[in-house]
């Protein structure tokens, strides 16, 4: 049986002001999943709550005391019995954020590679136009810096975008703001084998639903808990192509989406640069590798 946690008592008061005593960023929560985290979790818990007045961590079944890492905190924490994967992890924290009646949803790592202090790009872009979904894109250096991984990425990139019908610079990108309107029409499997395979087909269902996805470019910093990445290139890269490939099957190869992935150019047709305000500043300090971030003036 899984469990919720608030800790902090300025939530409660938060929830109980009316619609219109809330600013619009009220109305936008954060959800964090996190397994095996507690050397990160924090900090990024911190940090994040500096940008957007709703977080959720959802722990899924961490051994490492994820959760009593942010005692203290007021953030929301949901934490699983068992291990039920990203998949699993995401839909509970949408759940309970859709439950609150959040406009939208942002999504990042737990792991420190995010940069929450770019939280308010995404959150301009999105109350411009809130039915779009955000993908935070990172730049093309970064994403080099492991080549299978980069390698990997691309493969997915090439799938997702053909079944999709649209060109996604950073499919496997876990920095994205979803519009609630997106995650109650959209439904897609869960499980721990649907983790990394679960953001691939929803942004496959919103292209085919004419939903507009708009690239936005994110800083990102090298993984610096002691915890390697949870995707597997191989074997995540199998699961996505296997859920593409009959996705793309059931529509007869779907040339008219191969045609439109190939002829468009996702920066030229969807993509947000931020402004300088915007981005940030990575550096590494302390003996637990702990993230410090600051914006370029």
């Known amino acids: 049986m899984s469990r919720a946690t608030c800790y902090g008592s300025t939530r409660s008061q938060s929830l109980a002001r009316s619609k219109d005593e809330r600013s619009a960023t009220d109305w936008y929560w954060v959800v964090i999943p996190a397994y095996n985290e507690a050397a990160t979790v924090r900090d990024v818990a911190i940090r994040t709550r500096r940008e ?26 949901l934490r699983n019995d068992r291990n039920c994967g990203k998949a699993g992890s995401l839909s509970r924290g949408f759940d309970y954020a859709l439950a609150q009646g959040a406009t939208g949803i942002i999504t990042l790592d737990a792991d420190g590679q995010h940069a929450p202090e770019e939280i308010p790009v995404f959150l301009r872009e999105s109350m411009a136009d809130p039915a779009a979904f955000l993908i935070g894109a990172r730049r093309c250096d970064q994403r080099r810096a492991s080549f299978w991984r980069y390698f990997a990425n691309r493969v997915a990139d090439f799938w997702i975008g053909w079944a999709g019908g649209l060109p996604i610079e950073d499919s496997q990108s876990g920095f994205r703001l979803y519009p609630s309107s997106l995650l109650r029409e959209v ?4 499980g ?8 691939s087909e929803v942004l496959i269902e919103a292209a085919r639903r004419k939903i507009i996805c708009r690239n ?6 090298p993984r610096s808990g002691p915890r390697p990445s949870h995707f597997q290139p191989i074997l995540d890269i199998v699961r996505i192509t296997r859920m593409v490939a009959w996705k793309i099957l059931a529509r007869g190869f779907y040339p008219q989406g191969l045609y439109a992935f190939l002829t468009a150019s996702p920066y030229k047709c969807n993509s947000t640069v931020p402004d ?22």
Not at 192 to 199: G, I, M, N, R
Request: aromatic share 4%.
């Open 52 to 77: 957007c007045s709703n977080v959720i961590v959802v722990d899924d079944g961490s051994a490492d005391g994820t959760s009593q890492a942010l005692a203290g905190l007021d953030v929301t924490v």
């Open 187 to 190: 439904t897609v499997r869960q």
């Open 192 to 199: 721990p084998k649907q983790s990394f395979v679960y953001e």
């Open 216 to 221: 936005i470019a994110i800083s990102v910093m």
């Open 276 to 297: 300088s305000h915007s981005m940030v500043t990575f550096s590494v300090s302390g003996s637990n590798g702990t993230s410090r971030c600051q914006r370029n003036s």
